[in-house]
């Protein structure tokens, strides 16, 4: 029953992440990375307004407030590493999510760790562009 649960959950996820993907900004590809593996729930800016952001408890993240919350630094580092495995929160790790950084890897280049990791690089740097001051 679990297997067919998770079949339908990825098969919706994947309509859900292309109907998202057509909204990205097509002239900034760091952009369009997030909004490919980010976008539904961060929201398509990151300001935790993605579409499927109103059925998830806790909240996405409002991620243009990072730096703020870190005393106004951007720690692109700790960023990575919540997105790539370590120290990640729990929605992007627990049964119900697939686990960010090896989604990543897998999906990304058919499963080259080098790929994956440029693209998540790219995802931090478009963080780092949104952050309020
Ligand atoms: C399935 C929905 C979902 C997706 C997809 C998702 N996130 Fe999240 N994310 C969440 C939720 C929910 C939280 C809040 C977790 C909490 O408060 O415990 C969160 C929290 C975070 C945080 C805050 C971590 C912290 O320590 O405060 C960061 C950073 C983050 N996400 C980045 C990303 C990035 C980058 C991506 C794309 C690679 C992504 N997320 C994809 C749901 C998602």
């Known amino acids: 029953m679990r297997g067919s649960t998770i079949l339908v959950a990825a098969l919706g996820w994947t ?4 109907g998202v993907a057509r909204a990205a900004d097509a002239d900034n ?18 300001k935790g307004d993605g579409i ?7 909240k996405p993240t409002n991620l243009t407030l990072l730096a703020k919350q870190h005393g106004g630094e951007f720690d692109a580092m700790a960023v990575y590493k919540s997105v790539s495995g370590a120290g990640m929160p729990k929605a992007h790790g627990d049964s119900e999510m697939p686990v960010w950084g090896e989604e990543l890897r ?13 693209t998540l690089v790219k995802i931090v740097n478009y963080l780092r562009s949104i952050q309020q001051k």
């Open 15 to 18: 309509l859900v992440v292309a």
């Open 29 to 46: 590809p760091n952009h369009a990375a997030y909004v490919k593996y980010c976008g539904a729930c961060h929201g398509p800016n990151g």
């Open 52 to 58: 499927i952001a109103p059925l998830m408890t806790p």
């Open 106 to 118: 897998h999906e990304v280049g058919g499963g080259d760790p080098r790929t994956a990791e440029v």
